[in-house]
């Protein structure tokens, strides 16, 4: 990330940037991605499996699915996130924040 934000970007794309991090970790770079974000108003896109980070970071998820008839991928679900920035981790114990990630969960189904 850091290596991309050098070149100060119009759109900054990121393919599970979080995944090999420990918990701990994650989480402050969580706060420290959201920071970029805000203060470059940089527009990102961020690919992840992980659907608590998609709704914690992001401001729209997208469903990706592959259509079994011809193999091509197509968004199936857009969920806007009802959430204010910036988002602290402890938004994911929060009961609205379980809501939306069921949405989002469901639509994958």
């Known amino acids: 990330i ?14 599970e940037p979080f995944s090999a ?8 770079l969580y706060q420290e991605f959201q920071d970029v974000i ?12 992980n659907l608590s980070e998609a709704v914690l970071l992001c401001d729209r998820v997208y469903v990706l699915c592959v259509d079994s008839s011809d193999g091509q991928s197509r968004i199936t679900h857009c969920e806007a996130i009802p959430f204010d920035r910036p988002r602290h981790p402890r ?3 929060d009961t609205m924040f379980t809501l939306v990630r069921m949405r989002v969960r469901e639509a994958l189904s």
């Open 2 to 15: 850091a290596r991309a934000l050098v070149y100060q970007p119009d759109l900054l794309l990121m393919d």
């Open 21 to 28: 991090l420990d918990d701990f970790v994650k989480e402050s």
């Open 38 to 49: 805000l203060n470059t108003k940089m527009a990102s896109i961020l690919v992840t499996h």
């Open 91 to 93: 938004l994911l114990s």
